[in-house]
Structure formats: C-alpha cells, structure tokens
C-alpha cells in the first residue's frame, strides 16, 4: 500500500503507486504510525530535493521527522509551492533565488537578499490561495511554459508547454490539447513564480516530466 505523499499541481497529498522524479518536503505531516495528521505544513520553506544525493538513505515517514514528500517533476513542485532546495540542488536554487528576487522585488534594506524573504512570501501564496479556495486567473498567452492551469471546462491540472496544453496524471502526462491564448483560465502555480519562470531566459528549469516530449 503506498504511502499518500505524492503531491499534485495542487498542492494535494495522494497515494499511488507511479514514481516521481524529485522528492522534498514541507515539515513533519504524519504521526508516529506513518499517517497524516491533516497538517498542510509545519515550516515555511517548502523545497524539493534530488532523489539521490551522497548516498543518503531515509526510512519514509520516521517519527518526528519530515514526511517526505515525492513529485511527478519540477513543474509540479514549483505549482505546488516548492522551491529547489540550498544543498542538494545548490546551482538551481541559487539561479532561482537571485531571478525571483529580482523579479518579485524583495529583498533586505541594505540591497541583500533573504531566503526567508522569499520562503514567507511564497507561504503568503499559499495560504492565500488554501483560504480563498482559488489562486488567481490570467489568460493564456500572458503564462509563460511551466505554468499550471485549470480550464474552465476541465478539472484537470493543464501543464502550459509551447503551443500545446498537457494534461497532468500521476504517471505522466496523458493527454494535449491546443493553447488557446485568449482563454482565461485559472492558475495553480503561485503567481510569483510565473513571474520568474515568464523573466527565465537564465533559467534551465522547470524540467518536466519525459512524458511532455509525447505530446508537445
């Protein structure tokens, strides 16, 4: 029986039994039998980590200790909230961290930057979008590739990737249909991050799923 810590684009917690790509977390979640407690967070900066890094293994879901947290790929996490992590992810996390300050215009007094500043304004995303129970809208051809969206006629995750739309599974992408630029849809991934992936030409990422090339 799998474990219910696979993320979707909408930051929900599901179990299945299809892989992910990355893997990361968002604080302790489970209790001391493995289960989720209900918690959607115990820690404001939520990463997303390589799943092999100096030969590190960890037994899933140890008493008090982070409930690790597995995704379909990078695309995913960023729509769910996460970040790239500082230590095993150190090249992604510092391109991201320097673009998206620039871009968003948060920093320190002094011209520094902060981590926290962007972990707490990422938190105020989400928590932002769990309370009103919707993230914002935005037509289509103002969302950069990467972006998450939900169509008004669909309940599915759409993943925005060249001129197509792909629709997100567990497994994989599974289906595509036309960009419509002109429709409005309503977006999952916090609207900070669309900024920077829309500001991203220094950007390698978000890497995605292999199943993206089937259908873009």
């Known amino acids: 029986m799998p474990h219910q810590n696979r993320v979707t684009p909408f930051s929900g917690l599901i179990a299945t039994e299809a892989r992910g790509t990355l893997?990361?977390?968002?604080?302790c979640l489970h209790?001391?039998?493995?289960?989720?407690t209900g918690r959607r967070w115990t820690q404001w900066s939520w990463v997303t980590c390589l799943l092999e890094f100096k030969g590190r293994r960890r037994r899933l879901m140890q008493p008090n200790r982070y409930t690790e947290l597995f995704f379909l790929d990078e695309a995913t996490a960023f729509a769910a909230g996460h970040r790239p992590c500082g230590e095993c992810r150190r090249a992604d996390y510092r391109a991201f961290k320097a673009l998206w300050l620039e871009v968003n215009g948060t920093g320190l007094p002094d011209g520094g930057t902060s981590i926290r500043e962007l972990d707490r304004a990422l938190h105020r995303e989400r928590v932002a979008a769990l309370e009103a129970r919707e993230s914002y809208r935005e037509r289509l051809g103002r969302l950069p590739d990467g972006a998450f969206a939900v169509l008004a006629d669909d309940p599915h995750a759409w993943l925005v990737?060249?001129?197509r739309l792909l629709r997100w599974s567990p497994a994989g992408y599974d289906a595509s249909r036309p960009r419509q630029d002109g429709l409005t849809v309503r977006v999952l991934t916090p609207r900070s991050i669309v900024r920077?992936?829309?500001?991203?030409?220094?950007?390698?990422?978000?890497?995605?799923?292999?199943?993206?090339?089937?259908?873009?």
């Open 23 to 27: 893997f990361g977390n968002r604080g």
């Open 31 to 36: 209790d001391a039998e493995g289960r989720l």
């Open 161 to 163: 990737w060249g001129r």
């Open 196 to 216: 920077t992936f829309a500001a991203g030409r220094r950007l390698t990422f978000p890497v995605v799923h292999p199943s993206a090339r089937e259908w873009a």
